[in-house]
């Protein structure tokens, strides 16, 4: 079931509606039984695959719990293994397969391992990566293994976060499915702000976007150098508003029954350098990162050349996470590569800026900073969207080279789509720079203020592209 | 907020002299052409009515949609159209791939929802575009995200104006010569890759039977029917639809019906003669509407 659905919509108002009705021995339950509802609604058959995993790691938990010494470490590592064998099979299965035949085939050798016809299950990478987070929780000490199956069920599966995050820590959710929640109008209102801005940029901004950056990508080899950074800068835009939307969605959904999920997006294209990028998008997937494989890796705490490594090591799985295909690898090197730089060439940078006389010029260095980022930022997502590496190659030699004429498509969809991102920035130069709430419009008044709302929902009736088209982090 | 603003963009919808909406507004509501061109981008750019009209001596208006639509949308006009004029002659451009299953052309039929106020039997086919539909166009606002409310906007208010003559009769021809060339071994390797990664789609049998719907109510109504597919540059592009460009020919056959197929026609393999792969210039379009013109005058 899509967030972008009338399906959805109906789905939330009954499931809210009877959980805040239901006594609260039964809710557990009742959100557990909608959760697969939700997520068999997409394809039903894999729910066994999430079945599977969440009876692994809860009886792990359990004996995570009670053991002690090697044989602990070792249940760890069997929760961890099938856990990452399921995604290895479903989702790198065929790709690595496929380099096999690619390899072997310079030998002359042909390669008679079939390949597996399967459809990749929705948000495995998310799920799995929150039971693994569950498992490496417990067995650290951090969290106290869950008893109650039905409730470590929906800690994995509870639908707002499924099947694209943010995802979620034990200690910060587990708890809560324990807690009496009463239906609180403030929270009703705020989680419904949140829904109705995630929806604004899925349907407004990120999908009207979509339209010029598919037909730009989907020929590059046609189009010019001004088209394809046009449509690069336009898929910057629309792959923020497409996640960030989705995890507004999730999270207000939550608050409105109840529940906190962590923030996934801090404004990122106000980063001031690539590390506080990464501080701000798709936090949940980062600190996940951070924590358990950057840390367990030995994090700065090791050599200079060990520590680039275990940078570059992150960045790689990190690309890895998001696709079984050499571009989002590369897309991940080229993000380690430019954070290893900036931390290599920083005291040169902060010597040059001294000795050039700028250095009191503060609000200039900061804007061209923020610029500085978002176009590496942008260059990296060239090879996150491109079909394969060679476009993506042939996207950025023509970029450099910027010849040919600009294609700019319909022009209704070229004025929506610059509009919408004028908008966006509005909202979050306010949120950024004078702390305004991004989903919030503070007034006195409070008709100004509903009339805000109305508008918003008046302009995604409007100028929102209901095409059913699907979130781009769902495939991961 | 939203009848208001639903208010004004109908008023402003109805006030639109050109351009797309108003096209389909005529054939629904003023039209009275004798020869009438139904179907999509390749309808509306590749047959001239001043040339029909020339040659038949008949009036002639082209309600050809660009936009991709299927003959769901194409049927649901030309029979909410037929309850008020019965034309003599009506051209269907029959595009075979369309005829595949593809959600994409059930999201397109949102386009009749600004049409469904004076027209409520466009409903039946708009229905057919989801569950939700009906709960979704209670808001007026909705019914215009389709057609674009910036272009309601433009050409109902600000920038009123008609078209040129030929536009106005509903064909609005492309000037520019395709720079690509028809390059045969380069056709063979397209052909394969589509082979190899083409998953076989369904044939979709809401429009098989929507097709079947245009052959039965012109028979009542004693309209003479042609079905025309077009030149293409590529040859490609039909050659890997055998199966539903036979199963469509041979469903209007069956039906008695006429056929002509010019997609494969070698003669047109001239690049003089496109836009692009899929669609004629105006040099084209006038060269063909000529040809089928005359087919028809003989037949």
Redesign the interface.
């Known amino acids: 079931m899509l967030f972008n659905s009338?399906?959805f919509l109906?789905f939330f108002i009954v499931v809210t509606t009877t959980y805040f009705l239901l006594p609260h021995k039964f809710r557990t339950a009742f959100l557990l039984a909608c959760s697969c509802f939700f997520y068999m609604y997409f394809v039903p058959v894999y729910i066994l695959i999430l079945g599977f995993t969440i009876v692994l790691d809860y009886f792990a938990g359990i004996y995570l719990e009670k053991i002690t010494g090697h044989s602990k470490r070792i249940i760890l590592l069997l929760s961890l293994i099938a856990n990452i064998g399921v995604l290895a099979v479903f989702k790198y299965y065929n790709f690595i397969n496929e380099n096999i035949s690619d390899a072997l085939g310079l030998f002359g050798i042909e390669n008679h391992i079939p390949y597996l016809s399967i459809l990749l299950p929705i948000g495995l990478s998310f799920h799995t990566f929150q039971a693994m987070s569950y498992t490496i929780e417990v067995y650290r000490g951090n969290q106290k293994a869950e008893k109650n199956f039905l409730v470590y069920a929906l800690y994995v599966m509870f639908y707002p976060q499924l099947v694209a995050g943010p995802i979620e820590r034990p200690q910060n959710l587990l708890h809560q499915f324990h807690k009496k929640h009463y239906f609180e109008y403030s929270r009703l209102v705020e989680g419904l702000k949140l829904m109705l801005w995630g929806i604004f940029k899925k349907v407004v901004i990120a999908d009207r976007l979509s339209i010029y950056v598919n037909t730009v990508y989907d020929n590059p080899a046609e189009q010019s150098g001004i088209t394809l950074a046009v449509a690069t800068v336009f898929f910057s835009f629309q792959i923020y508003c497409d996640f960030s939307g989705y995890s507004d969605i999730a999270i207000g959904a939550a608050k409105v029954m109840g529940f906190n999920l962590m923030d996934n997006f801090k404004r990122p294209y106000f980063s001031k350098s690539i590390s506080e990028f990464w501080n701000r998008w798709h936090i949940s997937l980062s600190t996940w990162f951070k924590d358990y494989v950057y840390i367990s890796l030995g994090g700065n705490r090791v050599s200079i050349p060990r520590w680039y490594i275990n940078l570059l090591i992150v960045f790689l799985l990190s690309g890895l996470w998001h696709g079984a295909n050499w571009t989002y690898i590369i897309w991940g090197a080229l993000n380690g590569a430019y954070l290893i730089f900036a931390i290599v060439t920083e005291n040169v940078r902060t010597k040059a800026l001294r000795l050039s006389g700028f250095s009191g010029f503060n609000r200039l260095i900061t804007t061209i900073n923020i610029f500085t980022t978002f176009c590496l930022v942008s260059i990296a997502w060239v090879f996150f969207r491109a079909k394969n590496a060679s476009d993506a190659f042939l996207i950025i030699k023509k970029m450099v080279l910027m010849n040919g004429p600009f294609f700019s498509g319909s022009k209704?969809h070229m004025?929506?789509s610059v509009l919408g991102i004028i908008f966006l920035l509005f909202v979050e130069i306010r949120s950024e720079f004078f702390g305004i709430k991004e989903q919030a419009i503070k007034s006195r008044n409070w008709v100004v203020e509903q009339f805000y709302y109305?508008?918003l929902i008046?302009i995604i009736?409007?100028?929102?592209v209901?095409?059913?088209s699907q979130f781009i982090y769902f495939q991961f | 907020m939203d009848v208001l603003c639903g208010k004004f963009l109908y008023y402003a919808f109805n006030k639109q002299l050109s351009g797309q909406s108003h096209s389909i507004s005529y054939t629904l509501d003023e039209c009275n052409a004798d020869v009438m061109i139904f179907g999509n981008s390749r309808a509306q750019l590749h047959y001239s009515p001043s040339v029909f009209k020339k040659t038949l001596g008949l009036t002639c208006y082209n309600a050809g949609i660009d936009g991709g639509h299927s003959i769901l949308f194409s049927e649901a006009i030309f029979s909410e159209m037929i309850k008020r004029h019965h034309p003599k002659i009506v051209i269907f451009e029959v595009d075979p791939k369309r005829y595949y299953y593809s959600e994409e052309e059930y999201d397109k039929l949102a386009i009749l929802l600004p049409f469904i106020t004076k027209h409520p039997d466009l409903n039946k086919t708009l229905y057919l575009k989801g569950p939700f539909e009906k709960i979704k166009k209670a808001s007026f606002v909705y019914r215009f995200n389709y057609a674009g409310f910036l272009n309601i906007i433009l050409e109902g208010i600000i920038h009123r104006k008609k078209g040129s003559e030929e536009m106005q009769d509903g064909f609005s021809p492309r000037n520019n010569v395709f720079k690509g060339f028809y390059n045969d071994s380069e056709n063979k390797q397209m052909k394969k890759d589509y082979s190899a990664n083409a998953k076989q789609p369904e044939i979709d049998s809401n429009e098989v039977a929507a097709l079947l719907r245009v052959i039965e109510t012109s028979n009542q109504k004693g309209i003479k029917l042609y079905f025309i597919n077009s030149p293409v540059f590529s040859s490609t592009y039909v050659e890997t639809d055998t199966k539903v460009q036979s199963l469509i020919r041979n469903l209007i056959l069956d039906k008695g019906q006429e056929y002509w197929d010019y997609s494969s026609d070698k003669e047109w393999r001239n690049n003089n003669f496109f836009s692009d792969r899929k669609h004629l210039n105006k040099e084209g379009a006038l060269k063909f509407s000529n040809l089928i013109a005359n087919r028809i005058k003989t037949f």
């Open positions: 009338f399906a109906l209704y004025l929506c109305a508008s008046i009736l409007l100028m929102g209901f095409d059913g």
